[in-house]
């Protein structure tokens, strides 16, 4: 029964339609080139003159072309029916994938909270698990900042609120929010700077963009593994590197990785929780900025380098005294 009802896939249902008519149009031209020549030789029999208008050739290529016609307009079907039925796979899971991020951390507050209602904890426990729960609080957050920001860049109305920001400081400032990450999964975090320029950017939105970058970074890395963030300029942009030793990303997963929903699917990655919106709206953000991320891999294992580029501010003029 289970082979029968593949048999019915839309892909095989759309070949076969797309085999019979092509079948079926060579079927018509031979019929129809057959019985041309065969009105066309009893014509020459009997009179001359109904061989002299000869519209055989504009009629076949009218037919062909309706024909074609007819086979664009179901490969146009089977292409949008092709598109939403990955939508749909693509939205159930972003589904499945936020539920499960909502848990997790609501589930960590909960028992952190019983815990201090029904035993009796120390000072210091106490501090850990309020430490902890903050930590839980701020995924939430992250979260829900990404849901909602992911809504508006849908329909392009992302407002920014540029102000000249020194990036060294404020990359040093969001890298500090992860000293206890980096603790718990021994991480060692460096952070290499040729120079400390100033830039025109969004805070709010920006250290969306860093804070994705660096949450993917060590959650889609081992235990134990470096992540270095570098910034260098090169004359009118700034690049901004985030590296890691990570499980690495294929050739084809590099060119879909913004793309919204997508996930890459592997072994190592099964069990790894995310959205699939992070990405995406890191990328809207950073285009806003008038700037362009890109990542870079060489395979599988290899690590990962995600590459931010930002325009540099023109150096104004020194007014002389």
């Given at each position: 029964?289970?082979?029968?009802?593949?048999?019915?896939?839309?892909?095989?249902?759309?070949?076969?339609?797309q085999?019979?008519?092509?079948?079926?149009?060579?079927?018509w031209i031979y019929w129809y080139i057959r019985n041309v020549q065969n009105l066309r030789g009893i014509a020459q029999r009997f009179s001359t003159v109904l061989t002299e208008p000869d519209f055989s050739w504009v009629i076949l290529a009218e037919g062909c072309f309706l024909m074609l016609l007819i086979l664009a307009g179901v490969y146009m079907i089977f292409v949008y029916w092709n598109k939403q039925s990955r939508l749909n796979e693509l939205h159930s899971n972003f589904v499945s994938s936020v539920s499960h991020e909502?848990?997790?951390p609501l589930a960590s507050l909960q028992l952190y909270l019983e815990t201090i209602k029904y035993r009796d904890v120390s000072r210091e426990e106490t501090r850990d698990f309020v430490e902890m729960m903050l930590s839980d609080t701020e995924r939430l957050s992250g979260l829900i900042d990404n849901i909602l920001e992911s809504s508006r860049t849908e329909f392009?109305?992302?407002?920014?609120?540029?102000?000249?920001?020194n990036i060294g400081e404020f990359l040093e400032e969001i890298l500090a929010r992860y000293t206890r990450l980096f603790e718990e999964r021994r991480c060692e975090a460096k952070f290499e700077m040729e120079e400390c320029p100033i830039l025109n950017i969004d805070k709010r939105a920006m250290r969306m963009v860093f804070n994705n970058l660096i949450s993917n970074a060590l959650r889609y890395s081992p235990i134990g593994s470096p992540i270095t963030i570098k910034i260098h300029n090169e004359r009118k942009s700034c690049h901004i590197d985030v590296i890691?030793?990570?499980?690495g990303l294929d050739r084809k997963d590099c060119k879909k990785i913004f793309k919204k929903f997508y996930r890459v699917r592997k072994k190592e990655t099964q069990e790894i929780a995310g959205a699939g919106i992070g990405l995406f709206i890191s990328q809207e953000i950073v285009k806003g900025h008038n700037g362009k991320i890109s990542v870079r891999s060489d395979g599988a294992g290899m690590g990962s380098t995600f590459r931010i580029t930002l325009p540099l501010p023109p150096v104004e003029p020194e007014i002389p005294k």
């Open positions: 029964m289970k082979k029968l009802r593949a048999l019915f896939h839309p892909i095989f249902v759309f070949i076969g339609v085999i019979a008519w092509i079948i079926l149009m060579i079927i909502l848990k997790s392009k109305n992302v407002p920014l609120h540029f102000e000249r920001v890691d030793r990570g499980f």
